[in-house]
């Protein structure tokens, strides 16, 4: 079973920063892509950055310039430093992990959800 930790959610002022980490573990057959993804009230969960195995990444526009996705391969983490925070950022955010588990697909995890609130 693999299991996804996350920690760093909180509340922080509009401008202030956070950074998120999400530790993996468990049986992991070999992960691809890992990323932060995020929904807040009434909308869509959506992508907010992705890092892949080759070092390949991925931002949503609204945050380009203001988060830093990174990720650690050896020890199966990965982090999102998030800076000039704004208000539209507010949003449960959740972890990511895809592993493949053959040529032909793989499975995705999910973490519990950490919230983050902007608020002045």
């Known amino acids: 079973q693999v299991q996804l930790v996350e920690s760093g959610g909180g509340l922080v002022q509009p401008g202030g920063s956070l950074r998120l980490s999400c530790a993996a573990s468990?049986?992991?057959?070999?992960?691809?892509?890992m990323g932060w993804y995020r929904q807040a009230p009434g909308k869509e969960r959506e992508l907010v950055a992705t890092i892949s195995s080759r070092g390949t990444i991925k931002y949503a526009d609204s945050v380009k310039g203001r988060f830093t996705v990174s990720r650690d391969n050896a020890k199966n983490t990965v982090s999102l430093q998030m800076n000039s925070l704004k208000r539209e950022d507010t949003a449960v955010y959740y972890c990511?992990?895809?592993?493949?588990?053959?040529?032909?697909?793989?499975?995705?995890?999910w973490g519990q959800g950490t919230q983050v609130t902007v608020s002045s």
């Open positions: 990511n992990v895809h592993c493949v588990t053959s040529m032909f697909g793989g499975l995705d995890y």
């Open positions: 468990g049986s992991i057959f070999s992960i691809d892509v």
